[in-house]
Every structure is written in C-alpha cells, then in structure tokens.
C-alpha cells in the first residue's frame, strides 16, 4: 500500500529565504508525483506535476525533483514571499487518477 | 484551461438529513471522476472512484450505503452524504480525468465543499 510523507510538517522563514520541502513514497511504481499548494478553507492549486519518466520540473521560482528509485521528491522554493504561505501537498498517482496525498507542510513566511 | 465546478461550496444542515454535492466538469470529458474529504488540520483521503455509467468502487473503511455516488453523464458526478451526521462535517473535493487520449489523463480539482451537520 502506498504511504506518502510529508517533512517537515511545518516550516516558519523569514522573506528572501529559499527553502525545501520534502516528500517520499513507499512504492516507486508511480506514474507521476504532483505538488499542490492549498490556502486555509480553499481547494487545491496544482504548482508541478512531474511524471514518472522525468527528473524534475520548474515553474517560476518553484522547482520539483523526483527520484523513483529511492522514492522521494523535493519541492525547491526561491526567494520566498509572505504569499508563499499556505499548506504544500505532495501527491503521488499510481493507479491512474487516484492519489495518495503526503499531510501536507504548512509553511509560513514572515516579513 | 479545464475546469472543475464543485457546488455547493458550503453546506449546513441538520442531523438526518441528507446533502448532495455536484461535481462537473466544464469543458472536457471524465468518464472517471474521484472524491477525497479531508477533515480539518489533515490531509486528504480518497474515499471513492466515480466511474461513468457504472457503480463507484469504495475505498476501505468508506460506508458506500452512507455516501452515494452517482456519475450519470460524462460530466457530473455527484456525492450524496445519506443522514449526514456531525462526524460527517469535513471538506470534501472531487477531481476529475480528462478522458481524450492525448490529454496526458491530466487531473482537475474542484474548490471542494464545506459541509457543516449541527
């Protein structure tokens, strides 16, 4: 059964910080890992999704790697800003459109 | 870009009644569509598969006589919480798979659904 883990659960910076989150997996069978970010009460906003075949993905100031093998992914974050604050989940697809979601790093940048 | 459409985005109602959530599919085709709640400070768990023109498949420990699913069409599923209770008052999210070929079965969320039983 595939077990999703989210360190740290939570992460206070001060701005101008880059910072990493991390995430792992149990069963290297995925077909793809996807990193989302949720602000309190709302939904989900997909940031990367990097597919099983790839090592990582950037957008912005965000970048995603994902190592199958040893069954981990890292979510880089750049220069960081007060509106980076929210809860960061990792998510992994190995049934085609199920995932199993990480609980979450809430991460809070101070000014 | 595709969107998901969740109604309503919050609930309230009584102990014993039951409350239904939409889940559609604006612009594309999901023949599957997934439902997760998440209750508050956790992260979310998928409770079932919603699947076109057939029955949901459940995932463990998930009562399937307490949340009905019904995926009619190609772009509604919906979620009915059946004598909802207070331990049912959570968030809960659909997603959906963009069901062309090519599309990469790219997944979209719905803004979820507050439901709060008093």
């Known amino acids: 059964k595939q077990e999703v883990t989210q360190i740290p659960a939570a992460l206070s910076v001060p701005e101008g910080e880059n910072l990493v989150l991390n995430c792992s997996f149990t069963?290297?069978?995925?077909?793809?890992l996807q990193w989302f970010r949720q602000d309190p009460g709302k939904g989900l906003t997909s940031l990367l999704l990097?597919?099983?075949?790839?090592r990582e993905q950037t957008s912005g100031r965000l970048n995603a790697s994902l190592d199958k093998s040893s069954g981990r992914s890292t979510l880089y974050i750049a220069a960081s800003q007060p509106g980076d604050s929210a809860t960061y989940l990792c998510?992994?697809?190995?049934?085609?459109?199920?995932?199993?979601f990480g609980q979450g790093t809430e991460l809070s940048v101070k000014p | 870009g595709a969107v998901v459409s969740q109604h309503p985005s919050w609930v309230i109602c009584k102990s014993g009644t039951s409350v239904k959530i939409e889940c559609r599919s604006l612009?594309?085709?999901?023949?599957?569509m997934f439902w997760y709640r998440q209750f508050p400070k956790q992260s979310l768990m998928l409770m079932a598969t919603?699947?076109?023109?057939?029955?949901?498949?459940?995932e463990q420990g998930v009562e399937k006589d307490k949340f009905l699913i019904n995926h009619a069409s190609l772009t509604l599923s919906t979620l009915t919480v059946t004598s909802a209770h207070p331990e049912d008052s959570s968030f809960y999210i659909c997603?959906?798979?963009?069901?062309?070929?090519?599309?990469?079965?790219?997944?979209?969320f719905g803004e979820g659904s507050w439901l709060t039983v008093v």
């Open positions: 069963d290297s069978a995925i077909y793809n």
């Open positions: 998510a992994v697809d190995n049934q085609g459109g199920k995932l199993i």
């Open positions: 612009d594309f085709q999901a023949t599957t």
């Open positions: 919603s699947n076109e023109g057939s029955k949901a498949t459940y």
């Open positions: 997603s959906a798979r963009d069901s062309i070929a090519g599309s990469g079965n790219t997944i979209y």
């Open positions: 990097i597919q099983s075949s790839q």
